[in-house]
């Protein structure tokens, strides 16, 4: 039996094994740095993203370190950084961004006693 499944945006049927939806290209399997690694796992994230070999991204991505200055290795940083190793995992970066984000989202409250030091 074939098992298919719904693209969200359009609403399409699509076969269990489809990366993007035939109609609207959307992405079914959202990016993550899984299979295909040689060092972090980017550049073989984005070559499955683009539909392009690994390698061709590997080579471009020498290519901007040498010709950047070495900046496109923060930027592969970040890339890393931010792309979840599994299909539903967390990124790297994502647990201090939610510290963060809850710790600036924290209600101050004015009436509250302050502890003070005094010397």
């Known amino acids: 039996m074939d098992v298919t499944t719904r693209c969200r945006a359009c609403s399409r049927e699509l076969?269990?094994?489809?990366?993007?939806?035939?109609?609207?290209?959307?992405?079914?399997?959202?990016?993550?740095?899984?299979?295909?690694?040689?060092?972090?796992?980017?550049?073989?994230?984005?070559?499955?993203?683009?539909?392009?070999d690994a390698a061709l991204v590997r080579v471009?991505?020498?290519?901007?370190?040498?010709?950047?200055?070495?900046?496109?290795?923060?930027?592969?940083?970040?890339?890393?950084?931010?792309t979840p190793a599994r299909p539903g995992g967390r990124a790297p970066f994502q647990g201090p961004l939610d510290w963060i984000a809850r710790v600036g989202s924290t209600p101050v409250d004015e009436d509250a006693p302050r502890w003070e030091r005094r010397v």
């Open 60 to 82: 471009a991505f020498v290519l901007l370190l040498f010709a950047s200055g070495g900046m496109s290795l923060l930027l592969y940083v970040l890339l890393w950084g931010f």
């Open 15 to 52: 076969s269990e094994g489809a990366a993007r939806c035939s109609h609207c290209r959307t992405r079914t399997v959202p990016l993550h740095r899984g299979e295909g690694r040689a060092l972090l796992g980017v550049c073989a994230a984005l070559a499955r993203e683009l539909d392009v």
